[in-house]
T-cell receptor, first 113, second 112 residues
Framework: NAGVTQTPKFQVLKTGQSMTLQCAQD?????MSWYRQDPGMGLRLIHY???????DQGEVPNGYNVSRSTTEDFPLRLLSAAPSQTSVYFC????????????FGSGTRLTVV | QQQVKQSPQSLIVQKGGISIINCAYE??????FPWYQQFPGKGPALLIA?????SEKKEGRFTISFNKSAKQFSLHIMDSQPGDSATYFC???????????FGDGTTLTVKP
């Protein structure tokens, strides 16, 4: 049981480049979210999804797009990378009912130069 | 508007002591209050969680105390060990929201 798998683990981008951070879960969780973590700023929600085909913005959505075509996958797209997007990105999933605590991935450390 | 306020920002405790981290929330619709533990270079991991129908939940050395009327909950780590040194996040969720609101985190250092 892999849980939440994020790829890549590390990435360096040049300003203006685009890329997709991959996230996949094998627990059949309905809910999936993307967070970014910056020093001293905790976890900030970028986008989230309550099910396949349904996404919504979090508190810091600008510069990012998401889609949820399947229950398992929730990729995060950086449209035109900026140095302000240098951060550690975490994908997380949770079930819709019961004890809906998150299972987090191991993170992607992104540097934009 | 920060809906979950966590304190302190950092905490230093001697080995064997009790670590206490506090959180306060505003939205009375929250019905699930988890704590997460994060080690450097790793993702947060669910540690323990509580619902508002109970005032306390204990799992090993970790206890959540919950005060519904004050809209506060806290994490107590008994007999703190150096291996407990990590960042701890409280969070709150409401039904069918699809997302959680996190506190800013507390960096715990347990000195041997």
């Amino acid at each position: 049981n892999a849980g939440v798998t994020q790829t890549p683990k590390f990435q360096v981008l040049k300003t203006g480049q685009s890329m997709t951070l991959q996230c996949a879960q094998d627990m059949n969780h309905e809910y999936m979210s993307w967070y970014r973590q910056d020093p001293g700023m905790g976890l900030r929600l970028i986008h989230y999804s309550v099910g396949a085909g349904i996404t919504d913005q979090g508190e810091v959505p600008n510069g990012y797009n998401v889609s949820r075509s399947t229950t398992e996958d929730f990729p995060l797209r950086l449209l035109s990378a900026a140095p302000s997007q240098t951060s550690v990105y975490f994908c997380a999933s949770s079930p819709r009912t019961g004890n809906y605590g998150y299972t987090f991935g191991s993170g992607t450390r992104l540097t934009v130069v | 508007q920060q809906q979950v306020k966590q304190s302190p920002q950092s905490l230093i405790v001697q080995k064997g002591g009790i670590s206490i981290i506090n959180c306060a929330y505003e939205n009375t619709a929250f019905d699930y209050f988890p704590w997460y533990q994060q080690f450097p270079g790793k993702g947060p991991a669910l540690l323990i969680a509580i619902r508002p129908d109970v005032s306390e939940k204990k799992e090993g050395r970790f206890t959540i105390s919950f005060n519904k009327s004050a809209k506060q909950f806290s994490l107590h780590i008994m007999d703190s060990q150096p291996g407990d040194s990590a960042t701890y996040f409280c969070a709150a969720s409401r039904p069918n929201a699809g997302k959680s609101t996190f506190g800013d985190g507390t960096t715990l250092t347990v000195k041997p």
